[in-house]
């Protein structure tokens, strides 16, 4: 083996191994059926640590250029996604608004660290006032955040859901990671 492709070989496994420390801890989503989809009850996170005044703050990270994350309290979803095109993100106030691109409460376009080449490190936030905010790292780092108008103070069955929004993509993701 000459010492070239011996060298690409140790650089590989260095990249594998400084990578895989991020989703230590981390779960990691399964397939059902046609697409990457998963429904929690947000009591079966074991990594989610809320500040005093916040019902979720949970880790995640992305491959897929749509993510998409809801949180349900059985009333009211609020939901992190694509507006429009792959490059605009936006936190919608329900599922309705989500699907028909309308009303956003807070957007913000040309995210293009979502390509699918590499995972992207996502923070969400939900505070019992009602405020979701969700960051998003990489190259840049962006921050989407809007008082949703609903009451978190009671809510002890929360769901949480993560999937992306292309049907017959099977693309994981690691999710309730340590902060």
Not at 17 to 23: I, V
Not at 68 to 91: E, L, P, R
Not at 114 to 133: A, C, N, P, Q, Y
Request: glycine content about 8%; charged content about 20%.
């Amino acid at each position: 083996m000459s010492k070239s492709i011996f060298l690409c070989w140790i650089l590989l496994i260095i990249n594998i191994k400084a990578d895989s420390g991020h989703f230590d801890g981390c779960s990691v989503s399964k397939t059902v059926g046609y697409r990457t989809y998963q429904q929690f009850n947000l009591s079966t996170f074991h990594n989610n640590s809320p500040k005093p005044k916040e019902v979720i703050r949970t880790k995640l990270f992305f491959k897929h250029p749509k993510p998409y994350i809801g949180i349900d309290n059985g009333i009211n979803k609020k939901v992190f996604g694509h507006s429009n095109n792959g490059t605009t993100f936006a936190i919608f106030k329900s599922h309705s608004d989500f699907i028909y691109y309308k009303n956003p409460c807070d957007t913000v376009g040309n995210v293009s660290v979502f390509s699918g080449k590499s995972f992207i490190e996502v923070d969400v936030i939900l505070e019992k006032t009602g405020r979701m905010s969700v960051i998003i790292y990489g190259e840049h780092e962006f921050v989407l955040s809007c008082s949703t108008g609903f009451d978190f103070q009671n809510d002890t069955n929360i769901g949480f859901i993560i999937s992306h929004t292309e049907i017959g993509e099977k693309v994981p993701y690691f999710y309730d990671c340590p902060f």
